[in-house]
Every structure is written in structure tokens, then in C-alpha cells.
């Protein structure tokens, strides 16, 4: 007996030598972290604006949703905050074909579930054909096809999968770096049950100990309404090591608070219920400042670490049949670029966001900098040029109310609407329509629902309801910062016209010119694509971009492993919780 | 001792006494006095406010002023001026980041002016008369801000003003629809309750030609109403055509006749469920969702103040039940009383007694609770803008202002605790309708009066 | 009175049918759906959506769905979340026991408060301590509950940032760690966390409880049989709480039908300020998100303890006064 003991510890040991040499190391550079000085232990104590949904990875659909918590970087490739490069993660190394389209992935050995079942190939297999399986209704469906056609995965043994695109695709490695899930739990489901049998599993009232992750985190409660707690899945650690060969991740628990107001948020940071958070408002910054500068709180906090990728602006609607008059204004650039001259983007950081916001003049978001043209035009504020552009397309008198007319005595007058409850944009609107008024141009602002504002937005064809939106998105990637459902002509996102085929010649311009960079696998002639399509953009004015607020991560000092300075940026975030540890 | 008292009661009218009573109540003087002040200032928002509600500036920013400083003491003499103002000059808090204004005496004093004209902001009373007089001002480039001002740098006092018309009057309103509702329908049911009515069949039965015509369209209606519910049905069943649907109709709709000729004596009808059971299912409606349709219903270049009013007045429309129930059970034990049996042993007919014996016996009850209602609605208007679905900017309101200084959370605590007036102003009149409503409670009280 | 109670049974079949159809058609009558906000997701496709949106039922009429929604709801099914993708009554019970704790806490708080100051207030009418106490009910009445609560929290904070010690929790329910507690000392950490929000709960009503009981037990004071008590020589004591009282309380006993739906109905604003795991907060979420079945769920529940709260508070009101007649 003692004997197979001792058999089996050996054997064990054999078993973390050889997974040893398969681990992945933390880089260095990520974190602040030293592996001298870390702690092993503790909880990290975080927090989240909504409540959860499910637990389940294929039905999921907000963002921060549990299934990504659990899984952490878990992919093929993980994006390294350091370079912005694509570094093997759970692949050991990939090769891809000479027509650029199949990409060949060497899975790393010895990684393994929360329940200890190895993670193989299979598990990827099963995952995609979960996702793109029609009924189960996945939101991550989309990402498995470009322009149509599907992206296919291939099992060549149990440590090798051949991911095929239909097309080049600069964002390949994104696309394939998905999280693979256990297939001997849903492909399982999948082939007794089908889609049915997905969709009703780990829902919110699954037994804690069915759900298994690949990632550093699995699930241990969940209290409705009020909190998740993770526990660290003890397999991570086997092929996750930092420099010093430590097992990851060092804490033993993550909890995440689930708090919808703000101020209840606020609160739980200042008295010390949470751990990190990100102030969005300078109200919100002065309470966390004082609290520190008065010695109540032992805290951190980066003012303006960087803006976040992602913005708001006004779209003019290109699509007004039945009234031309409106829909030649809004579809002459010169119009829009005064639109743009008028949009006071400093009153804007000073009002709407107390001073600590970017403003934005194309669809790239500062924070993505090295995308950003900075040769491109802005139309910046100046009543004086947009009251110039506004006589050149013939409106030059003023009638007795005090408002621009043109020749026919017609007046220069639009409907602008944003959604009702979201104080920041309607205060924007409030500062267009009164700047507007000064050069003589009358701008009807009233806040609307939003599901009707996303009504007229979408709705499609040659006659649209509204007149202008402010609205905003967020998002955008590293590998190529232009939305494919935004950008080309004839897609969903595009605003501005969606009369289904490209108007302006401009407008078919950055159409070809996204397609193009999209395929363009060369980092330096995508960016120069890219700094194309934003010099087009900047002169015709499409949308008038506003502003986006910036980023203020800060975090109790009990907290270690933060990233170093030149990294806290927004698309990065203030750390990763595999590196964090707790000091005290 | 209690014969002569009654004498001398009986000499002074039934409102004399009221009065008598009321001016007792020390408390609900003063709550009707402020309350009086509260809705004059309201009434003539413009004349009192000193700037309009909706006026800025972006060059330089006056945003999250505080309230200016009066000075009353020259500084050079130290002795007693005419009140005045410095302009401020505007700076950033090291620590909060957040703007603070010093005051800048370089830029010399400014006398507070009273019944001043400002041409450039004019202002409209009662949304009939343009006028630009106001009872006090200062002179441009300073500034008088006498509750500080908000993010953009609007004056919080001349919105405080603006934002009490709104507050003030949405809880009459809300309150007086609800009530009218409630009342007639409430002592309908009550008085009913019990004696069914009987429904003739369409265009038969007994009773008058007058009598015959309300039944004959109630059974059209009823009629009407089952065959579009019908024909709804047909649409989204496949396999049918237009000649099955007619064919259908037809023989449902005669044999519902032939059954209503049979069986007509079966058909009653008791105000009293009807009232109650529609109470129920109109209680039953979720109001905030109704708001939500009801704002996506009106058109949206509507005034926003005219859709905040129409939605209020809708949510009073379906806010009776709880009264309704309330007079029903005033009613029912009214009903009993002996001036009531006495009155119909009389002769008197239903609408009389309702009329003159009923409804006049719950009319301190009515008075009292409305004025407990309309504090009611006043908070209520402020938990919908809380909510984000109250009055709209341009437009503003206690509730909406109060809500600004919510959605700050606690700078508006240690940044700018000006941004709590509106809070106070809230307090003020509900506090002062309460106690209104209290004394008026005591003084309709015929048993309390010694 | 067999009769009429048949008879109301009956009728809660169409009141029942009326009030859920109506609600049904309000829900509809606003505009888009559950889908709507995913539409602006930059990664996902309008073909994508149209499929959710059949997958839902959520492009069939109204009619319809509300058909099919019937025919579940009489097999005992409630429905089903969309943005959940589970069943609606095992969502909601979670929610419901939680906001009991402060619903029962508070009525109990209410009842403990409101009643010796309604009386006091009766039997002491226009005293100072009259006057102080309605002042203060009053008081509490005035400040709309979203707000007091921030003010608690605010004092909280100042209190833990002055004396370095915290009085209560700033929000929540429960603390972290709360699994690996024994039972006693889960109860009195939820205990801990339950105390501000029910003070601030209950702070909106005492004014109008107390100050209706002070009316009806003034009332009860200047009848005949108090004078009658009186003159009998008994001690003011028994007059008050064994006379008055009795009388007094008797339009409280019948509309306690009325608390029924209370119960369920989640403590207001306090919840979503304090971050109280109750109804309001899941509800106004499932108005945001549009989500369809939860609301409904929920109407139906609330209808169904509304109409036998009445049921039940007009059998009392038969009960107790029996001047009042049924036929």
C-alpha cells in the first residue's frame, strides 16, 4: 500500500516536471510585481456596474461577463501590454501557409481544467462549433465569419488545430485567440442535446462546483444581486509561472461586488470594500484625492492615465427624401465642417466631464496612439470659419428672429436628439444648440428614449426619420481600429447612410480603403491605410466627432502588481489580476 | 356649560368656524403662509429670478459657482453700503481638481440694483405677457448668484425659481384627477354596492326609449369589440379566408343574440365589482413602464413640458383606485346612517343623496387627504427624475435639480453644497403641506372643537 | 354573504385576465424590444439579431404572445427571461426573500413607532412633545428616500473617516466572506447591514400611519362610550388602550389585506442606493433592459397577492363593522 503511495507521488512529480517545462512565463514587464517581494494569499476585492446573466460562455452577451473573468487571456495568442504584439499563450507556437490563410496553432501541453481534465484540441473544436451553431444564438457568432464566410477550424491530432480564413485578415490572431471551453462537458451536452441542451446549461442557479474554466479563476458563489466570488483554479498554476517560477495567480480568491449606483461604489472604495476602481468623474476623483490627501484612505490614483477608446459624437443624416433641402445640407461636407467648427470641444471637457476628458476629431480613439494621423485636418472651434463655410452655401442673411436663411428666405434649422437620461450627451447637445445659435443656425435639442433613438439611427433606406444624433461608441482594435459593421458602406453601424450603396465618392474611397487595409497583413502599410482612410475622414466630416472621457485608475495600496506607469493605459487596464498580490 | 357653547357656535357660518379652528393650529398657519409665498414666487418665476434659467456662459466659465458674497461694509471705509458684489476669478483646487472662484476686487464693486430691466433676458409671465423686469440684478461682467450655480454655470437661484412652477403645480394636478375619479366612481361603487343593475338586451327590454339607448350601445361595443378581437385571431391563423371569417362572425354574433334573448334576465350588473375589479386591473398597470410608452408616444418635437404634464395628467388618470376604494368604504357605512335611510324613506332619489347627503359627509375627508396628497406627488415627481424619467432640460424642476445633485453623490456634499437647496425647497413644501393638511384635518373635525 | 363571496371568487378570473392583458399591451406599447440596445454592439450583425428576435417570439403580435404567455402561466410556468435565459420565478424568489428582510423589518419598526405616536399624539394633543414628534415624522416624510440614503452613507463615511470606526456597512447585504460564516454570525452580519436601509425605509411612513391613527383615535375620544368609560370611573389607562384603541385600530386591521402586495413589492428607491439585493433594483434593470416575461412575472405575482389582499381586507371590513351590508 505504502508502496503505490510512493509510486504515485513519484509519478505526480514526474507529472509537474514535465508540465514545468510547457509553462508560460509572465513576463516582467507587465507588472510591478517583483517575485521577491510577492505575497501568496488574499482576496482581491473589485466591482461591477451590473449584474450577471449567466454563467454560461455561449449564451453570454454583456461584457465583463463571468465566463471571461474565469477564462483571464486563456486563447491561442494573448496580446502583450509591453510590445502590443500577439505572443503564444495557451498555443506553444503557430506557422502560417503561404497564402497567409491557415494558421496552424501547436497547443501547449500539460494545461488542464479546473476539474483536471486536460485542455486539448478537441476543446477548441467544440467551442467553435458550439458558437457558430445558429440556434444556440451566440453573440460571438460574428467573429466566425468575415464578409459572409465562415472561418473554419481543423483538428490535425490532440496538440494541433489549423484555423482557415476565407481571406486575409490583419485581425486573424484576434479572431482565433478565442477561449476554448471543456468539451467533455458541452460536447457532451452538444451531442446528446443540441443547441437546447447549450442554452440550459450553467445558468445562474448551476451548482458552483459543474462550472470548470481553463482560465486562473473559477466559479465559487454567486449571491444575486450581490456578488461573485472566484477561487483560484489550482491548475493554472502548472503551466502559469512568473519569472521566479511561482505559480499563478498568487491571491487565493477574487470577488467582485455587484453595485449599480455609482455613489454606493464610491462609497465601498473610500471606506475600503473594494480594492481597485475607476473614477470617471472629477466628483468622484476629489472625493478619492481628499480622502487620500487627508490620510483616511491608503490609496492610488492616476488622474488622466490615458483617454478611453471610445467617443461621442453628432451624425447628420444623409437619407432624407422627403426633404431635400435638409438632406443637400447634410450631405455637403462644408455644412459638416462647420457643424464642426461650432462643437465647442473645450466647453465640452469643462462642462460635461470637469475638465478630464480627450476631445476627438476621427474614428480612432487617442488612447489607440500609434494609429492616430496626426497630420489629419480639425475643424476645431471657430463660430467665425463655420459662419464663413455656412455663406459659401448661401447663407447669408439673417431673419427677424436672428437665424441664418438662404436665397429662397428658407431657414438654416435641424432637429437634434440624443438619449433621454444620459445627462452627459444631452448636456453636450445643450452646448452645440446654444453655440449654434450664435453663428444664427437653430438647433432643436430634445432627448428622446433610447430604444427610439436607435430606431430612427438604424432604421434603413433613403428617407430616415431624424435629422442629427449625438451618440457614442466604443471599442476599436489594435490590430485595425476601423469598425466593420461602421466603416464600409451598406453595413449596420453606418450612420451617417444607410441607403445601402456609398454616396459620396470619399465615401467609396474609405469603403475600398477598408476592405484593403482589413486584408493587408503588413503592420506598417496597414498603418498607412489606416492614416489614409483618417485624412479622408477628417475632410469630409462624416460624423463630427466631440469628445471621450479619460481614464483615472486607482486602487487601494493594499493592492501590489499594477502595471508600470507607461502602461496604465485604458486598453491595457490597471493590472492583471493573475500578477496582483495583496501586501498587508 | 356645552349648551351655551353650541349657541355661540351656531351663530358664526360652518366657514367661520373652520377658520376659527384652524388659526389654532400654529403649525399649519405658518405651513399655509409659506406655502402662500412659495407659490407666488413660483407664479411669477421671472419677476424674482435674476437671470433666465437656461443662460450661460463658456468665456470665462462660471460653471459650479458658488453663491456670491453680498457685501454690505465698504472695505476701504468700513462703513455700511449699499450691498455689492466682487467678480470672481476663476482657479482649480490642487486636491479636488475641481474649479473654486476667488474674488476679484481689481474689477471694482458691483451694487446689487433693485427692479431692474435686463433687455437682453427677457422672460414671459404666465407664457402670455413679455416682460424683462426683475426685482433685483447687477450689472455685467459681475455676477450675482444667490444659490451658487450649476455645471454650466446657469444661476441656481433663477432655476429654483423656474423649477418650483413645475414641482409645485405637478402635485394639483396629479392630485386633482385622481380625485375627481376617485370620488365619483368611489361613491358610485359605494352607494351601488349591492344593487345590480339589470341589462336589457339590444333594443328590447323594459324601461324607457333613454333607458334602452345606453344598453343598446353597450352591447354594440361589446359586440364590436369581440369581432376585432376576432378577426385579429383570423389574420395570424393560416387557412383561413375572408368568406370563413364573415361566415364565422355572423353565426357567432347571432347565436350571442339568441342567448342574450333567453337567458336576458340572468344579465346584472353590479357597479360596485364593475368599479372595484377595474380598480384592481388598472392597479395592476406598471406605471413606470406606462411612463416609458407614453413618453415614446407623443411626438418628439413637443414642448417638453407640455408631454411632461400630459404624462402626469395620464398617471392621474390611473391613480384613483386607492382612493376610489377609500370613498366606496365611507360610503357604504354612510349609506346606512339614519340621515340617510330618512332622506330615501322621504322620497329622495339617487342622485340627491349622493348629491346632498353622501358626498357633502366625506368632503373633510376629502380635504385633508388631498392635501396630504399633493406633498405626495411632489416627491413622487422627484423619485421619477431620479429615475431619469421626470421633467426634461431645457425645462427643470425640484426633483430634476435635486437629482443633478444625487447623480454628484458626495462632492455635492464638500465641493458644492449649494447644489442642496433644491432638497431644502422639496423639504419646505411637503413639511408645509402636511401641516396644512393637518390643521385643516383638525378644523373640519366637528368633535374636536373646544 | 356565501354568495358574495362565490361571487368575488368569480370574478378574479376576468380582473385577472383584463389587468394582465392591458399590462401586456403597455409593455408592448413601448418602443423596441429586449433586442434594441444589442443593435448598436459594433460585432454583431442585423441578421443576427433578426434570428434572436425570432428565436424570442419577440417578432410575433402581441396577441400572441400573450396567448402563448397564458398557456404557460397555467401550467405553472411564469415565463422565461430573455436576458437570463432562465425561468422567471426562480429568478425573482431570490430577490423577493431578500428585500423581506427590510420590508418585514421596517413594517415591524413601523408598527413599533407609529402606533405609541399616533397615540401620544391623541391624547396629548397640541402639546409641545405633540408637536415635536409630528415634526419629526414629518421630517422623515419629507426627504425623498433616494436621497436620505445618500445622506446616510455620507455619514457613515465621515463617521469611519473621523473616529476611524465604521457604525454600518455603506451598502450591500452581506459582507465578503459572508459563505465561510457560521449561522449565527451570518444572521448578524446581515442583521449588521439591515439597519440602515429599514430606518430609512421606514422613516417615509411614519408620518402618514402615525398621523392617521392620531385622527382616528381622536375621533374614537369624543364618541359617547369614551365619556360613558369615563364617568364609569375607569382608570384612564384602560380607557385609552382597552376603548380607544380597540376602535381606533380598526380601519388599520382591514387594509392590512393591502400589505399583501407589499410584500413582494421590494422597500423603493433605499434599495438601489444602498445596494440592497431587492426587487426594485432587479425590476427597474429588467424595465431598462426590456425584459419582457420578468416583468410580467412580477405583475402577475403582485396581482395575484393585490387582489386576495382586498379580497381579504373587504371580508374584515364586513367583520369588524358590521353596519357594513354584502349582498
Known sequence: MKKALWLLASLALLGVSAVQAQAFVWPQAWTTAKPGEVKRGGTLKSSTISDYRTFNPFTTAESGNVPSLMAGRAGFATRSPSTGDWVPYMAESWTISANKLDFTFKIRKGMKFSDGEPITADDWITTWKIITDKAVGSNARDGFFIDGQPIVLKKIDDYTVKVSFPKTDATALGQASFTPWPDHIFGKAYREGGAEAIKKMWQLNANPAEIVSPGPWVLETYRPGERVVLKRNPFFGEWNKDEAGNALPYLDRYELLIVKDTNAELAAFLIGDIDVYAPSTVDQISQIRKAVADKKLDATLKVNASPVASSQFMVFNWNKKSDPFKEKLFRSAKFRQAMSHIVNRQAVVDVVYGGLATPTYTSVYPVLTQWVNPKVAKFEYDLAKAAKLLADLGFRNKDKDGYLVDASGKRLEFNLVTNAGNKQREDMARLIADEAKKVGVKVNFTPIDFNVLVGQLLASGDDRPFDAIIIGLSGGGLDWPFGQNVVPCGTNLHMYNKSGTCLDARETQMHALFSRGRTELDYKRRLEIGNQIQAIEAELVPIVYIAGPNYHPSWNNRLGGERPDALLKSIWGQRDVETTFIRK | ?450 | MAAYILRRFIHLIPTFIGATLLSFIIIQLAPGDFLTQRELDPNIQPESIARLRAQFGLDQPTYVQYVLWMENLLKGNLGYSFSYQQEVFGLILPRILNSLYIVSVATILLWVIAIPVGIYGAVRQYSVGDRVVSFLAYVGLAVPSFFLSLIAIYIILQVKFKYGIQPFPVGGMTSSGFEQLDAWAKFQDIARHLVVPALVAVSNDIAGFSRLLRGQMLEALGQDYIRTARSKGLAERTVIYKHALRNAIVPFIASIGGLLPGLISGAGLVEVVMNWPGVTPFYLDSLANQDLYVLSGFLSITLALLMLGNLISDFLLAWVDPRIRYY
Open chain 2, 1 to 450: 356649560m356645552t349648551e351655551t357653547r353650541g349657541q355661540t357656535l351656531r351663530s358664526r357660518s360652518q366657514a367661520q368656524v373652520v377658520w376659527a379652528q384652524f388659526r389654532k393650529h400654529r403649525l399649519a398657519v405658518w405651513g399655509g403662509r409659506i406655502l402662500l409665498v412659495m407659490y407666488t414666487v413660483a407664479l411669477f418665476a421671472g419677476f424674482f429670478s435674476v437671470y433666465d434659467p437656461n443662460y450661460y456662459e463658456t468665456s470665462p466659465p462660471k460653471g459650479n459657482h458658488p453663491p456670491s458674497i453680498v457685501h454690505f461694509r465698504d472695505p476701504d471705509t468700513g462703513k455700511l453700503s449699499r450691498p455689492f458684489v466682487y467678480a470672481t476669478k476663476r482657479e482649480f483646487d490642487v486636491i479636488t481638481l475641481q474649479p473654486k472662484y476667488l474674488e476679484d476686487p481689481a474689477q471694482g464693486k458691483f451694487y446689487i440694483h433693485f427692479f431692474v430691466r435686463t433687455p437682453e433676458q427677457p422672460y414671459t409671465l404666465f407664457k402670455l405677457f413679455k416682460s424683462d423686469f426683475r426685482l433685483f440684478g447687477v450689472k455685467a461682467p459681475g455676477r450675482l448668484f444667490l444659490a451658487g450655480t450649476d455645471n454650466f454655470g446657469r444661476d441656481l437661484w433663477s432655476r429654483l425659481m423656474y423649477g418650483g412652477q413645475v414641482s409645485l403645480s405637478i402635485g394639483i394636478f396629479a392630485s386633482f384627477i385622481a380625485f375627481v375619479l376617485g370620488l365619483v366612481l368611489g361613491g358610485i361603487a359605494g352607494y351601488f354596492s349591492g344593487k345590480p343593475i339589470k341589462i336589457s338586451a339590444p333594443f328590447l327590454g323594459k324601461g324607457s326609449l333613454l333607458w334602452r339607448i345606453p344598453f343598446t350601445l353597450f352591447w354594440l361595443a361589446l359586440a364590436g369589440l369581440m369581432a376585432s378581437a376576432m378577426v385579429q385571431f383570423w389574420r395570424v391563423t393560416p387557412g383561413f379566408s375572408v368568406a370563413d371569417v364573415a361566415v364565422g362572425l355572423v353565426g357567432l354574433v347571432g347565436a350571442s343574440f339568441a342567448l342574450l334573448a333567453a337567458f336576458v334576465r340572468l344579465v346584472q350588473l353590479d357597479l360596485d365589482d364593475l368599479i372595484m375589479r377595474l380598480v384592481e386591473i388598472i392597479s395592476a398597470i406598471p406605471g413606470l413602464f406606462l411612463l416609458i410608452s407614453l413618453r415614446a408616444v407623443f411626438p418628439t418635437n413637443m414642448d417638453a413640458l407640455l408631454v411632461f404634464y400630459l404624462v402626469v395628467f395620464i398617471l392621474g388618470f390611473i391613480g384613483w383606485g386607492g382612493l376610489a376604494r377609500v370613498v366606496r368604504g365611507l360610503v357604504l357605512s354612510l349609506r346606512e346612517f339614519d340621515f340617510t335611510q330618512a332622506a330615501r324613506a322621504l322620497g329622495a332619489s339617487d342622485a340627491r343623496i349622493i348629491g346632498r347627503h353622501i358626498l357633502p359627509s366625506t368632503a373633510s375627508y376629502i380635504i385633508v387627504s388631498l392635501s396630504l396628497s399633493i406633498p405626495g406627488a411632489i416627491l413622487g415627481e422627484s423619485s421619477l427624475s431620479f429615475l431619469g424619467l421626470g421633467v426634461r432640460e431645457p425645462y427643470t424642476s425640484w426633483g430634476l435639480l435635486l437629482s443633478d445633485a444625487q447623480a454628484g453623490g458626495f462632492a455635492s456634499f464638500t465641493d458644492r453644497p449649494w447644489v442642496l437647496w433644491p432638497g431644502f425647497f422639496i423639504f419646505l413644501a411637503v413639511l408645509s403641506w402636511n401641516f396644512l393638511g393637518d390643521g385643516l384635518r383638525d378644523a373640519f373635525d366637528p368633535r374636536k372643537r373646544h
